[in-house]
């Protein structure tokens, strides 16, 4: 009786997970299968989530120049390791400064850095900083740079840092140990879960990032996936508008060229990775985002 008493009240809460999940996993099934889906079948029988006829014309029209694809997978690497890697290190340390109760000036840069949330010098002095005085234009900083030193993240990890318990520093410090090594043999070891989040949130930020390459880069070499993808539909959605236009094209292009199917596919190989690498992360995420969650 009891065991049936204790089912029937876990019951709502079973249902209740297995709805929201659903929510999270139908729309990426829905992706997976539009982009698997004939363009044809799309145009007839509208959005399925078992497409009758499983067709991969989206990922041949994307992979028929791998190599630009290839490429471009390696610009986002390349900007998501060192960009994260960089950004986590500036950020932790200056958590790990502000965090401090010793440091006397440490609510006023809060302060300061907390306003750069709320406005910023804007989008013309960003862009004549970037090309006309640091000259960065068509290279990998132009694409790093902006990236970098996420207040938000900072916060997160200031609020982290200031649980750690003070005696640990202090007797350190009494042993001779200088800042740098506190740093890296106390604070870093003790902040595992923090580390992680930040770094999970800011890999997604950089491999996600294309807005950068818009402004400063107009080399094709140096596309991050993101660009790439959306210059690809561009060019689509151009062949389209030239054909409503009645302007002439080439028809054997034409009867090849993918729509709503190339969109769902450029999204299945925009995402593909990260979801492997989310379960990495995953046992370290929740307890890094909700830490500190009742003291300021």
Request: proline letters at 5%; one cysteine or more; charged letters at 10%.
């Amino acid at each position: 009786m009891t065991t049936r008493r204790g089912w029937l009240y876990q019951l709502p809460i079973h249902l209740f997970f297995i709805v929201i999940s659903a929510a999270f996993i139908i729309p990426l099934w829905s992706i997976v299968a539009i982009s698997l889906t004939n363009e044809s079948d799309i145009a007839t029988f509208g959005y399925k989530l078992i497409p009758g006829n499983i067709d991969f014309q989206a990922y041949r029209f994307i992979l028929k120049n791998p190599m630009s694809l290839i490429n471009a997978y390696k610009v986002t690497i390349v900007i998501s390791v060192i960009g994260t890697l960089l950004s986590v290190l500036m950020v932790s340390m200056c958590a790990c400064a502000l965090a401090r109760p010793n440091f006397k000036y440490a609510r006023v840069i809060t302060m300061l850095l907390f306003f750069t949330m709320l406005f910023n010098g804007g989008l013309v002095p960003s862009y004549i900083l970037m090309t006309k005085y640091l000259h960065l234009q068509n290279t990998y900083f132009a694409l790093i740079i902006p990236l970098l030193g996420s207040v938000w993240h900072m916060l997160l990890m200031r609020t982290f840092f200031k649980q750690l318990p003070e005696s640990l520093v202090e007797s350190a410090t009494l042993e001779g140990a200088g800042e740098l090594r506190i740093y890296l043999t106390i604070i870093v070891p003790l902040s595992t879960p923090v580390l992680a989040t930040v770094s999970l949130m800011q890999l997604l930020a950089c491999w996600n990032s294309w807005y950068p390459a818009l402004l400063y880069i107009s080399d094709s070499q140096l596309y991050p996936l993101q660009y790439l993808l959306q210059v690809m539909m561009q060019n689509i959605q151009e062949i389209l508008k030239n054909m409503r236009n009645d302007v002439p094209v080439d028809l054997a292009q034409l009867g090849q060229l993918p729509t709503e199917n190339a969109r769902m596919a450029m999204c299945v190989l925009a995402i593909g990775p990260m979801l492997f690498i989310f379960p990495f992360f995953q046992k370290y995420f929740a307890k890094g985002m909700t830490v500190g969650s009742v003291k300021g």
